[in-house]
């Protein structure tokens, strides 16, 4: 009796065959995640500095930002680093002055908020150039971005307060040695705190007009 030719429909119910890639689809999927991994450690390795941070960087700084993988990583690590706050000082317009200080626990609720005015006020740090090693950290000079971003938190505080002139700070939050927390030092003492003053600025400042000239000056 001949053979009866075999049906090529699976039976019910029998599970279907899995889905392979092909060596090439492989290799590129590989390739990928190998690369993924490597932006993964651009942060780490990036702090503190190092000339294999500074190298990776150079390549997967666009591919970090859209993927929002340039976390602070510091401020997590066992070795955190200081915090930084600005602070303001307002000339109302009726002749009163104002002082605050972002971030404020008090004033900013709920942690959220308060998590944004913290990333305002170390984005101002991250905006830092090499200094000169000859002159203390109050009186390092700013960079030309720290010089810009003041400007816009001035002119906000300008804005939202109604004032004719504000002055901001830029104030380094150290942390203790392990030594000064044992011998009682606090973390809020007041030896922990330095300070570089950004700039004062007029509300006139802004001006169109008023605004180039004094940027033209700065620059000269």
Do not use: C
């Not at 200081?82 to 709920?110: I, M, T």
């Not at 606090?186 to 605004?211: E, N, S």
């Amino acid at each position: 009796m001949p053979n009866q030719p075999s049906n090529s429909v699976a039976p019910a119910g029998a599970a279907p065959a899995p889905m392979r890639w092909s060596p090439r689809v492989r290799a590129l999927v590989s390739m990928l995640v190998a690369l993924h991994v490597v932006a993964l450690l651009v942060g780490p390795l990036s702090v503190p500095d190092s000339i294999m941070g500074r190298f990776l960087g150079r390549f997967y700084r666009p591919y970090l930002e859209v993927a929002y993988l340039n976390h602070g990583y510091k401020f997590f690590g066992p070795d955190p680093g200081p915090s930084h706050l600005v602070r303001y000082e307002l000339e109302l317009a009726d002749g009163n002055r104002l002082k605050g200080v972002f971030p404020d626990r008090g004033e900013h609720w709920p942690r959220l908020l308060y998590h944004r005015h913290f990333m305002l006020s170390e984005f101002i740090m991250a905006l830092s150039e090499p200094g000169d090693p000859r002159l203390p950290w109050e009186k390092q000079p700013l960079s030309e971005r720290q010089r810009a971003y003041s400007r816009s938190y001035a002119r906000h505080l300008l804005d939202k307060h109604e004032a004719n002139r504000v002055t901001l700070y830029f104030v380094e939050h150290l942390i203790p040695s392990p030594q000064e927390v044992l011998d009682g030092m606090k973390l809020d003492d007041p030896g922990l705190y330095r300070t570089r003053k950004l700039g004062t600025y007029a509300a006139d400042d802004f001006d169109d007009a008023v605004a180039v000239a004094k940027v033209a000056e700065e620059r000269q």
